[in-house]
């Protein structure tokens, strides 16, 4: 597998303090990356760096040709306002395309098949006449996704997905994730509290503390102080 981020040695900050330091790590095809860490650990400046809202302060990062064509999608962390757009389903799926349409008024035919398509692979093309705040918290996800693949379809960065989410609705939602990772070959970044679960979902694990405390494979998160702690388990 080919890299699509590559970051050497990073640092990301504001003014005179780097809330992530000496973050070294790749992204390759394919990938299930989840980033965890306490409240202020730098997770959310790492995202702004990583979709290119934030330069580093030190180190390089690079990103894979095709990335830079395609660009990533994002689901940022829900309002009360996004929750309640009145739009239909199709008409927030298809604003995910709004970068791609520039100056034109109408989405071309091309950017509806994307749309369709979107819709089709998280399994909501049925609800696309259907009032986006009527929806449940679950199926709204699903919709914000399918939106995030018709701005990018390599690589989805997630931010605290499952946040309100009721507990069959989370595990419907790692699901379908896990789907599109495994089945389609989409690059997933999830930052998430729910370690527990991500432990069992990704494939890495990426623990900041503005340093990195753990980089590597989920499966041995759970054996290094980091994870134990975290996890809240004992020793194993």
Known sequence: ????????????????????????????????????????????????????LLAPTGGTIRMADELKKTGIGYLPQQTAAQKDFPATVREVVLSGALSRRGRRFFYSGQEKEMAE?????????????????????????????????????????????????????IQDFYGFIKRLNQEEGVAIIMVTHDVANMVGQADKILHLQQKVLFYGK???YKKTRAGREFLGVGEV
Do not use: W
């Open 1 to 52: 597998m080919s890299a699509l981020i590559t970051c050497s040695h990073v640092d990301f900050g504001y003014e005179h303090h780097d809330a992530v330091v000496d973050l070294t790590m790749e992204v390759e095809e394919g990938d299930y990356l989840c980033v965890v860490g306490a409240n202020g650990a730098g997770k959310s400046t790492l995202v702004k760096g990583l979709l290119g």
């Open 117 to 169: 398509r979107a819709m089709e692979r998280l399994g909501i093309l049925d609800l696309k006449g259907r009032c986006f705040r009527e929806l449940s918290g679950g199926q709204q996800q699903r919709v914000l996704i399918a939106r995030a693949l018709c701005a990018a379809g390599k690589m989805l960065i997630l931010d605290e997905p499952v946040t309100g989410l009721d507990p069959q609705a």
């Open 218 to 220: 989920a499966q041995d």
